[in-house]
């Protein structure tokens, strides 16, 4: 006799490519312009354009829908790890997931398979070129994503 489990899948490893614009998104000027405010106040750097220096991509938070949008050249460093920035949508507003806290540096991201207040967990991993890839989960705390322990 077989006896399968069924084991929630970790998430993939995922990137943002080269196609996914902000233009592609397809965000009214409003939103962009209110997200653009935020990643100002959150990005350790500030480059000529925005739109060359930005990828995003919509997401399913669970909750509701989110924005991912990740860092390509001066937002990154050495080891490929760009800033990342996770939004959700709240009352037609976008808000950060990392509230005004500078966002955090990532090669990869990845959602679920957890959920906490209704917001996909979040595992972001990091090269740091001398160790292993290493992965720290973030938990939604109900109003921003927290580092888990």
Known sequence: MLLLLA???ASQPQSLGERETLAAARLSVQELRRILEVIEESAY???DSWTKELRARRVDLGAGPGLVLQGT???CGGTGNCQLFIFRKVND???SLFGRDQAPLAESF????G???GVKDLTLATN??????QR??????GQIYRSTP
Not at 128 to 133: E, F, K, L, N, V
Request: hydrophobic letters at 35%; charged letters at 10%.
């Open 7 to 9: 084991v929630p899948a």
């Open 45 to 47: 750097d500030t480059p």
């Open 73 to 75: 050249t001066l937002l």
């Open 93 to 95: 507003q976008w808000v």
């Open 110 to 113: 990845g959602f679920g398979p």
């Open 115 to 117: 959920v906490t207040h």
């Open 128 to 133: 740091s070129s001398a160790q292993p890839t």
């Open 136 to 141: 720290v989960t973030y938990k939604f705390d």
